[in-house]
């Protein structure tokens, strides 16, 4: 899981590992490891404020992060922090932009996906989205499984008997990002990406926030506002991730 083909150039906020990395880039780097195998795989962590102080609580997981292929920002609070701790990020790639690009590319170059997780009918639903929007997308089977170790077995059985290139994981933060460093070599497939609530956005379970919101970087409050049980996941993060963003700002400043 760890071999790096042209490794973007990473940043560390507040000591946590994110890839400065284009979309573009990214889906260049996840084409040509799906069709270059090596031993393991390679997982693409999606990162958010979340997972850096989820990180920070837990070196294991930050092990992963750092042992991951590639760790995009995905959530704009790392934009802005990369921005104030002066080591900005190019471009925000999110795992919805990356798996409509793959879905894309999918279509062309037959490219095959699996999409494993959410609840029971969700990730079928995405894929009936994904033909709709783009026909001729390989999708090699969908399941919805379990997070856990207890659904381990019968999905990779799912998954090895479709042989797909690339899985979506769709399990939410750390779970998805276990899921594969427990599962992926076991798979055949060569690139795993966790993708959180995409399944869901696709099959038009939940909504993206608006442009401007997105814009702006209060996704987390349109979140908060139709997901209300997320509030405090969702209050914990985001202010201490922005106090230590600070506090990080000002010992610089004053070299201490
Ligand atoms: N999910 C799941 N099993 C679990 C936990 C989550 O299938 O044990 C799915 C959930 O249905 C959703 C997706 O994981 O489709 C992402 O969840 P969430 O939006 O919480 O992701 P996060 O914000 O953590 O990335």
């Not at 993206?208 to 509030?231: I, N, S």
């Amino acid at each position: 899981m760890t071999l790096k083909l042209n490794q973007p150039e990473s940043r560390h906020i507040l000591g946590v590992r994110v890839d400065d990395v284009s979309l573009e880039e990214a889906i260049n780097l996840i084409e040509t490891w799906a069709s270059t195998p090596v031993s393991g795989g390679r997982l693409v962590v999606t990162a958010n404020p979340e997972y850096v102080m989820a990180a920070r609580r837990d070196p294991a997981f930050r092990e992963l992060i750092n042992q991951a292929a590639l760790v995009t920002p995905d959530g704009v609070g790392l934009m802005y922090a990369g921005r104030f701790l002066k080591q900005p990020f190019r471009e925000r790639v999110t795992g919805v932009a990356m798996t409509h690009a793959l879905a894309r590319r999918s279509a062309e170059t037959g490219l095959s996906l699996f999409l494993l997780g959410a609840a029971p009918g969700v990730a079928e639903s995405a894929a009936e989205k994904f033909l709709e929007l783009y026909p001729g997308v390989k999708i090699a089977g969908c399941w919805a499984g379990q997070a856990g170790l207890e659904g381990d077995a019968e999905s990779i059985a799912q998954i090895t008997a479709t042989k797909p290139a690339i899985i979506l994981v769709a399990y939410g933060m750390m779970k998805q990002d276990w899921w594969s460093v427990r599962n992926l070599s076991k798979s055949g497939a060569q690139v795993s990406i966790g993708v959180g609530g995409v399944f869901d956005y696709l099959a038009g379970k939940s909504k993206l926030a608006p442009q401007w919101m997105r814009r702006v970087g209060l996704e987390w409050l349109y979140r908060l506002w139709q997901e209300p049980w997320r509030w405090r996941r969702i209050m914990v993060a985001v202010p201490w991730f922005g106090s230590a963003v600070l506090l990080e700002v000002l010992r610089k400043r004053l070299r201490i």
